[in-house]
Nanobody, 123 residues
Framework: QVQLVESGGGLVQAGGSLRLSCAAS????????MGWFRQAPGKEREFVAH????????SYADSVQGLFTISRDNAKNTVYLQMNSLKPEDTAAYYC????????????????WGQGTQVTVSS
């Protein structure tokens, strides 16, 4: 019973930055670890980043390590994905998800999903 709503996507030129937000419902937000995934047309959903319930531990896909940063503000029931140095290959629909585990990187492990927000990076 967690509703997730992503925002912040849009069109950006290569080398630019975007910050995605994911707003969660309910007072139990801090009980969930959170993840970001992305899916490009014709491809499977791909793990991007994970953050623990308290924000003390993070993990990233190799493709975004050092470029993207996941964070959360439990007082605002919100998780963020700061995306820097964007490339055309980062173009995808980005989804946030919630899971009752310390760490998870596979889509089937997550319990709740947002509707996604589109990120398009032009050359």
């Amino acid at each position: 019973q967690v509703q997730l709503v992503e925002s912040g996507g849009g069109l950006v030129q290569a080398g630019g930055s975007l910050r995605l937000s994911c707003a969660a419902s309910g007072r139990t937000f801090s009980s969930y670890a959170m993840g970001w995934f992305r899916q490009a047309p014709g491809k499977e959903r791909e793990f991007v980043a994970h953050i623990s319930e308290s924000g003390g531990s993070t993990s990233y896909a190799d493709s975004v390590q050092g470029l993207f940063t996941i964070s959360r503000d439990n007082a605002k029931n919100t998780v963020y994905l700061q995306m820097n140095s964007l490339k055309p290959e980062d173009t995808a629909a980005y989804y946030c998800a919630a899971v009752r585990t310390y760490y998870a990187s596979k889509p089937r492990e997550y319990d709740y999903w947002g509707q996604g927000t589109q990120v398009t990076v032009s050359s």
